[in-house]
């Protein structure tokens, strides 16, 4: 209980008391916890990056053993591992689970050379594997149309290096047909040669083409499976793909945010020794999200995209740097505070410029969430700087800690609370965005009654601060987010299912409404 009374406390300090009684606000509170006893704690190594849900059983991923965990959540106070799957025998590396409308699960797995094809395994809820298919270069998520006919593979193709010697493999997005299920399961792929790029994509990597450069990070599919969005984190763009074509229908780039606006700011500093959100002018972030998540209203699709942000950085080349280092160019000499650590010289901002000498810098993610128009990728709504504020009046001691420390302010300079894990949910006939944050941890709550301007209405964080991270410990690192319905919920009640990496648990809550 005492976690609804912090997120309806700080609803209405940070909203107002009119503009909160406009909303619904939502409270968590923790059913169960399950612990893989895999992770460290310190991040050196990790378990429970990923997991799937469907009835009394959940299904985990660890890449420190590359293991599929089955577990039982009949009862969701106390989550119970029934078998432990080792498949260490079809890849080197655990990337991502789901499983389907017919209890068909299938875990993408890469191979010890991520540049080669990578492999999705197939298993029964029992876990035997039944099938195996190859996929495209590291395949990083999986997840299958609502009916289960079809599973959807973002293959990332991520490079080894920049360089003479080196190889990177084209991105792309396998459909494997699973129903019916044949011997040899049908593979489609779905590449970026030829496509029409609009200008603000960003196509960087030295000597990349752009079919090599697009990297696929995660994938959702509209509810009658015929369409599906791809979310291009590196380029900043979203794909739009035809699902029956199994081809590229557009490719959307995302813009930039103004962190220079009132409502937009952001913390930029690791060492002002304070809390300092602030609007910075010709600050511009990248949206560059990681989970996507989609719903319709009115006839329209709309995706939520969760704005984590990502830097290039491989032998060969490095984007990521300082913004101080840009002193020099003369577009940025006048930039106030761009020299001076306390303010922005510490912010880290990307030197491949989007546009060259625009007078601007360029930060890695927006610290947000974003609503976008299925059909024509336009803005519809961004939650400014939301998660800074409600994080900072939850935890001031803690603010934009790390995931594997407990170090105050340590991430303003580089993403801040980095919210990573998205998934929709209908509570009564509201519906709302949950939103893992991969930095300080927790879950964001958003109300998406208003899809122009979505409001935060709960936070809740089982992290524990003053014990820090040893494993096992609660919950650090949260990869991602499902949400579960009362209808399909092992106890009638909506839930919510978190995987973090780092403390290497999935933890279930209760969702509950707070007048």
């Not at 009119?18 to 606000?25: L, R």
């Not at 990923?50 to 577990?71: H, K, Q």
């Not at 790029?197 to 196509?203: I, K, N, Q, S």
């Not at 029956?244 to 930039?256: D, I, Q, S, T």
Request: hydrophobic share 40%; proline share 6%.
């Amino acid at each position: 209980m005492k976690r609804q009374i912090l997120s309806a406390a700080i609803a209405l300090a940070l909203c107002g008391a009119a503009q909160s009684a406009s909303v619904n606000t939502l409270g968590l509170e923790v059913l169960g916890s399950y612990v893989t006893g895999l992770a460290s704690g310190d991040g050196h190594t990790t378990a429970g990056e990923v997991v799937a849900v469907r009835g009394e059983r959940m299904y985990v991923v660890n890449a420190t053993d590359v293991s599929l965990d089955i577990v039982d959540i009949a009862d969701p106070a106390s989550p119970r591992l029934l078998k432990r799957v080792d498949l260490s025998g079809y890849g080197a590396g655990i990337n991502s689970v789901d499983v389907s409308a017919h209890n068909l699960i299938a875990v993408a797995l890469e191979p010890e050379d991520k540049t080669d094809p990578g492999t999705i395994a197939f298993l029964t809820p029992a876990g035997k594997v039944i099938r195996t298919a190859r996929v495209g270069a590291l395949p990083d998520m999986v997840t299958f149309t609502p009916d289960g006919r079809k599973l959807l593979v973002a293959n990332e193709g991520e490079p080894d290096c920049y360089g003479e010697g080196c190889t990177d493999p084209a991105g792309s997005v396998s459909v494997v047909t699973v129903v019916p299920m044949r011997p040899e399961l049908p593979v489609a792929t779905i590449g970026f040669d030829g496509v029409d790029l609009p200008a603000g994509v960003r196509v960087f990597g030295p000597g990349a083409s752009a079919a090599q450069d697009l990297e696929p990070e995660y994938i959702t599919v509209s509810a009658d499976g015929r369409s599906a969005w791809v979310s291009l984190q590196e380029n900043n763009a979203i794909a739009a793909l035809d699902l029956e074509a199994n081809e590229v229908r557009e490719v959307f780039a995302l813009g930039y945010k103004d962190h220079g606006v009132a409502g937009a700011g952001l913390d930029a500093s690791d060492r002002d020794g304070k809390i300092n959100i602030l609007p910075w002018s010709r600050v511009k972030g990248m949206y560059q999200p990681d989970a996507l998540a989609s719903f319709r209203v009115d006839g329209e699709t709309y995706i939520v995209s969760a704005n984590e942000g990502d830097a290039r950085d491989y032998e060969g080349f490095a984007e990521e740097i300082r913004a101080r280092d840009l002193l020099s160019l003369p577009d940025l000499a006048d930039l106030p505070g761009i020299g001076n650590n306390p303010e922005l010289g510490r912010l880290n901002v990307t030197s491949a410029r989007p546009f060259g000498a625009d007078g601007n810098i360029y930060v890695f993610g927006a610290r947000s969430i974003s609503i976008w128009n299925g059909a024509s990728g336009e803005l519809v709504g961004d939650s400014g700087d939301q998660l800074e504020q409600w994080t900072e009046q939850a935890y001031p001691a803690f603010f934009n800690s790390n995931n594997d420390e407990d170090n105050f302010d340590n991430r303003s300079d580089n993403k801040g609370p980095e919210p990573e894990g998205v998934a929709l949910g209908t509570i009564g006939a509201n519906r709302y965005a949950f939103v893992g944050l991969e930095r300080i941890g927790g879950v964001a709550v958003f109300d998406l009654g208003k899809i122009t301007a979505p409001q935060m209405v709960a936070y809740a964080n089982n992290r524990d601060f003053v014990a820090g991270n040893k494993a096992p410990a609660p919950d650090s690192g949260p990869e991602v987010v499902r949400f579960v319905s009362a209808d399909t919920s092992p106890n009638g009640e909506p839930m919510l299912v978190v995987a973090n990496e780092v403390s290497g648990t999935v933890t279930l809550w209760r969702i509950r409404s707070v007048q």
